[in-house]
């Protein structure tokens, strides 16, 4: 009943992570099982019963594009020459090609939170494949938006600069960031109160981009920043942490997802959780996106 839930919630949209073994099936020796095509139909036939949106997300590449449980799996020796490119493009094919008929799907993520280790320029020309094959495949601009990936949000000059050079002759395509502040050292030592303005200067980041979704975030935050606070009072946190996000997140063009609709760690990765106890409230009349308003 999960998409039945997020729409009676007043959500229009949601956001569709998937690996690539669901697409070609694992390589030998790798712990996934695949593929699952069938089962992503089943996915698309209920977001489509209860007239939601959906952006396909290639969350994890063949080979991997990073060394973390973000892609599939931890892989401590992984090295940038690891992630196959051609791969991951034929897992974009045929996605894309099986789904273009689909109404519901407004968006198309190329690739999940790749390594600061693939050089910028490598990540670039990958890009400019995946709009080709996501074009070719029959998702057209003007109805699918191409997501390209930002990540980590330190990586956004860099980008932009790439930008100049290379993106503006696609159509419809936007960046995809990831904005949480719960890992990595940088996050790690700040305090509370650090956190907090972080959040409200959100969009001063977003703002720099020409038009930008920001496809992952959440109320985590480091055990330093909670350290000293009780059950009532991380719950007011949470809130005042989940406002002042969606605050600066209005100055996205293509809307937010939540990370994520269920999780068992409660209300600081969990919007139905949030929901429920009143601690984040779906914002009306929300910045334009994908011709949406809210996101999960």
Not at 16 to 24: K, M, N, R, T
Not at 106 to 127: F, K, N, Q, T
Request: aromatic content about 8%.
């Amino acid at each position: 009943r999960d998409f039945e839930e997020i729409q009676a919630a007043g959500l229009s949209h949601v956001r569709l992570p998937i690996g690539a073994w669901c697409v070609l099936g694992p390589r030998p020796g790798e712990p996934f099982v695949g593929p699952c095509l069938e089962d992503l139909d089943r996915a698309m036939d209920l977001i489509e019963a209860e007239g939601l949106r959906v952006v396909l997300d290639l969350r994890g590449g063949v080979g991997g594009q990073n060394a973390e449980r973000q892609c599939g799996h931890e892989q401590l020796e992984w090295r940038p020459r690891m992630w196959d490119v051609e791969a991951c493009l034929e897992a974009l094919r045929v996605l894309c090609e099986r789904y273009a008929g689909r109404a519901c799907v407004c968006g198309v993520g190329v690739l999940g939170e790749p390594s600061m280790d693939i050089p910028g320029a490598e990540l670039s020309r990958y890009c400019e494949a995946a709009v080709e094959v996501v074009r070719r495949a029959g998702m057209r601009a003007g109805e699918v938006t191409v997501l390209l990936p930002v990540f980590p949000e330190l990586r956004a000059a860099e980008v932009l600069d790439l930008w100049d050079a290379s993106y503006p002759r696609y159509e419809d395509c936007t960046f995809d960031v990831h904005l949480y502040q719960w890992r990595g050292a940088y996050w790690e030592t700040k305090s509370l109160a650090g956190h907090m303005q972080a959040a409200a200067h959100r969009a001063t980041l977003i703002g720099r981009m020409p038009t930008c979704c920001v496809s992952e975030w959440c109320l985590a935050l480091p055990k330093l920043a909670m350290s000293s606070a009780g059950e009532d009072e991380a719950r007011d946190i949470c809130a005042d942490f989940a406002r002042l996000q969606l605050e600066a997140f209005e100055v996205a063009t293509h809307g937010w997802f939540f990370w994520t609709w269920k999780d068992s760690t409660g209300i600081q990765r969990s919007l139905r959780t949030c929901l429920a106890k009143g601690v984040l409230k779906i914002p009306s009349g929300s910045s334009r996106s994908l011709d949406t308003r809210h996101d999960v």
